[in-house]
């Protein structure tokens, strides 16, 4: 049973950093064709924030956290990680990575991914 397991999240003042991590058990992220990161704040839908193809590392990000976000892989570790730099309170939301297993499409969506985690929370102050 494929599972993935969210961690780091937490409560962090405006400007500061957060680094969330995804572990994925019964198979390795090798096996998947890319890796995404959304998330959800409250009475919001839930919204696309990074993404990294595995084959070839390539990332995506969507606007809002353009040069503030980092989406890594560990292969060694087998690890996904969302490095979050200038944090601000409109960050503040449940964080989910989700494994996509084709890489077909553009990444963006939340119907592209396969497997979800069940999400951690990260919460900013202002």
């Known amino acids: 049973q494929v599972q993935l397991v969210e961690s780091g999240g937490g409560l962090v003042q405006a400007g500061n950093s957060l680094r969330v991590s995804c572990a994925a058990s019964g198979r390795t992220f090798s096996s998947y064709a890319a890796v995404g990161w959304f998330r959800q704040a409250p009475g919001k839908e839930r919204e696309f924030v990074a993404a990294?193809?595995?084959?070839?590392?390539?990332?995506y990000y969507a606007d809002s956290v353009k040069g503030r976000f980092t989406v890594s892989r560990d292969n060694a570790k087998d690890m996904v990680y969302l490095q979050m730099n200038s944090l601000k309170p409109e960050d503040t939301a449940v964080y989910y990575c989700a494994a996509d297993r084709t890489g077909w499409g553009t990444l963006t969506s939340s119907p592209e991914y396969h497997y979800w985690g069940q999400g951690t929370q990260v919460t900013v102050s202002s």
């Open positions: 990294i193809r595995w084959r070839n590392g390539r990332t």
